[in-house]
């Protein structure tokens, strides 16, 4: 059972020309522009959200890190939370929401 060498050369062209096609895709799909989502500015967020908390300085390491994972802040100084889930799951050890 010989394999004619044509038969072989046809497969391995066409594998290299499928190789090709998807390359050619993953280059057209990076170009489109589907950049990655821009960071927001987490200080200033934050600072807004803890402005009328009554600790401050813990309540904007606590938002910072939670912004730094998340990269969103629900609007205003308390609540929102629907706005951000990814914001309103993190918690503590301890079961506590982690995120003012």
């Keep these: 059972m010989a394999i004619p060498k044509a038969l072989i050369a046809s497969l391995l062209i066409s594998l290299l020309l499928i190789q090709l096609v998807e390359a050619d ?3 057209t799909n990076a170009s489109k522009g ?3 989502p ?3 500015d987490c200080d200033g967020a934050c600072a807004a959200r803890c402005r009328l908390s009554s600790r401050p300085r813990l309540c904007k390491r ?3 890190t939670c912004c730094a994972r998340c990269n ?3 609007p205003g100084t308390a609540g929102n939370q ?3 889930p ?3 799951s993190l918690t503590t050890h301890g079961g506590r929401r982690k995120c003012p």
Excluded: R, W
């Design 34 to 36: 589907t950049s990655p």
């Design 82 to 84: 629907e706005m951000c």
């Design 72 to 74: 969103c802040v629900p």
């Design 25 to 27: 895709q993953l280059v």
């Design 38 to 40: 821009k960071k927001i």
């Design 86 to 88: 990814c914001y309103a």
């Design 62 to 64: 606590a938002c910072g």
